[in-house]
């Protein structure tokens, strides 16, 4: 199992630190995190967040990332495919790989943020339409000398990327939180980043291991990724920590909360849409799921976890491992004691 952290570079107003001492407080704890036997770090991409500058780069991130490590791999979780050139992320992603010596996880998505497409200039009708010829043209990008392609939405003449990427080929994962994303995932013989809303984990996990069969690819062979809100902080007093870390989830709660019910509201979503009919919180796990006494305990959310699919890797506290704002250094301790208390556990 490999156990990674989740780094979205939220900075927010009520806790700011001047942006260049946070990039480095948030690298000086990656790099702690290597130490400590995490796995993976993964990065999202959100843009045009005024009030804590989500991270818009996640490839320029995880270049800085590279420079400062090792061994840890290092992930993006996920980059909107739809609002760039594939040709473009196919050559940033070859370098991450070599800066890293072949670390990097090439993570895809659709993204669901209205404002996002509006500002890029970009239909959400075409998402899907964009994201299918992107794959395909990193795909090729990165595994052939030289390629032309001709789609609706990308036309490339000539192409090719130099130099190439260290793995041959690079990993490449899709998101998925339902069955056409799965579909999606399987067709291309991407490992499959498993969103899961309302518990639909294990159908969602299904159709894509049915979409991998359908074309003769064994599903045990590609990687499958889930995400575990809360449990992550292992305290001795945890009242006392659970309001160490009140205001930090509050806010970063409240943001998420406010994209994930426009997206559903509007009529963009319509997964987030039918999951809100039915009753699904669309906010994360209050401040009192994020704090436990004892590592077995989150052993126990594992190993029920694993119950829904054969996930290879977890990350923990959704999008972002470390609450926004919340200062890196007293971060620390909670990294370490997760580290032996859970970590070692399925070593």
């Known amino acids: 199992m490999d156990f990674g952290l989740c780094f979205n570079f939220r900075n927010p107003e009520p806790f700011k630190q001047p942006s260049p001492e946070f990039y480095q407080d948030m690298l000086r ?29 996640p ?5 800085a990332i590279a420079a400062r490590t090792e061994r840890i791999k290092i992930g993006t979780w996920l980059l909107l495919l ?7 992320v196919a050559e940033s992603a070859a370098l991450v790989d070599i800066l890293s010596n072949g670390r990097f996880n090439l993570g895809l998505g659709l993204g669901y943020r209205r404002e996002e497409y509006e500002a890029y200039g970009i239909s959400r009708r075409h998402r899907a339409g964009r994201m299918e010829e992107g794959i395909e043209i990193i795909r ?10 001709e789609g609706r939405h990308f036309q ?8 190439k990427p260290v793995q041959r080929p690079l990993p490449l994962w899709v998101g998925a939180r339902s069955k056409p994303a799965a579909q999606r995932a399987a067709r291309h013989d991407a490992s499959l980043l498993l969103i899961d809303v309302d518990g639909n984990a294990r159908r969602t996990y299904d159709a894509y291991a049915e979409g991998l069969r359908a074309r003769g690819r064994d599903p045990s062979d590609f990687g ?4 575990m809100l809360g449990s992550f902080f292992i305290s001795d007093d945890p009242e006392r920590t659970r309001e160490e870390i009140r205001p930090y989830l509050d ?4 943001a998420m909360a406010g994209w994930y019910e426009e997206s559903a509201t509007s009529g963009h979503d319509p997964v987030l849409l039918e999951a809100m009919r039915g009753g699904m919180r669309m906010r994360p796990p209050s401040v009192a799921d994020y704090v436990v006494r004892d ?10 976890k694993l119950e829904e699919a054969p996930y290879t890797h977890l990350v923990f506290g959704g999008g972002n491992t470390t609450p926004a704002g919340f200062p890196a250094e007293k971060m620390y301790p909670y990294l370490e004691r997760f580290a032996r208390e859970v970590i070692e556990r399925f070593r």
């Not at 995190?33 to 780069?57: C, I, K, M, Q, R």
């Not at 490839?59 to 270049?63: K, P």
């Not at 499958?224 to 995400?227: D, N, P, S, W």
């Open 140 to 149: 090729r990008a990165l595994g052939e000398e030289q390629f032309s392609f």
């Open 251 to 254: 806010w970063e709660k409240t």
């Open 156 to 163: 490339v003449t000539n192409g090719s990327v130099y130099p």
């Open 224 to 227: 499958v990724h889930g995400m």
């Open 295 to 304: 590592g077995s305990e989150i052993v126990a959310a594992v190993e029920r």
């Open 82 to 88: 739809p609002l760039h050139h594939p040709l473009a």
């Open 59 to 63: 490839l320029t991130v995880a270049a």
């Open 29 to 57: 704890q990656i790099a702690f995190a290597e130490e400590l036997g995490f796995g993976t770090v993964w990065l999202p991409e959100h843009h045009f967040s005024p009030g804590d500058g989500y991270n818009p780069a």
